[in-house]
Nanobody
Framework: QVQLVESGGGLVQAGESLRLSCAAS????????MGWYRQAPGNQRDLVAT???????DYVESVKGRFTISRDDARNTVYLQMNSLKPEDTAVYYC?????????????WGQGTQVTVSS
């Protein structure tokens, strides 16, 4: 069984930084694209950043220049470095990954980690 476990969320003040991690475990043959999403109360879950297996990245406009997504394939882990945080970044952050497990490829989600930015 494949699991994604996020860590690194917390409460910070505006302008500070956080680094989120998401580690995949289980019977993993390969991992394709990975990404981070966020969901604020009353809102839908929105894409924040993605990274392909080749390392190509993409970001939602509101985080460009502040957030950096990266991956360590040896550790089956994706990271989100968040700098210059703003109160509007407050949300539950979820990672996802497209994983080949036992010959079946599907998208898996983590349980979410809370990020709160105070003004």
């Amino acid at each position: 069984q494949v699991q994604l476990v996020e860590s690194g969320g917390g409460l910070v003040q505006a302008g500070e930084s956080l680094r989120l991690s998401c580690a995949a475990s289980g019977r993993i043959f390969s991992i394709g694209a990975m990404g981070w999403y966020r969901q604020a109360p009353g809102n839908q879950r929105d894409l924040v950043a993605t990274i392909t297996s080749g390392g190509t990245t993409d970001y939602v406009e509101s985080v460009k220049g502040r957030f950096t997504i990266s991956r360590d394939d040896a550790r089956n882990t994706v990271y989100l470095q968040m700098n210059s945080l703003k109160p509007e970044d407050t949300a539950v952050y979820y990672c996802n990954a497209n994983i080949n497990s036992w010959g079946t490829r599907r998208t898996y989600w983590g349980q979410g980690t809370q990020v709160t930015v105070s003004s």
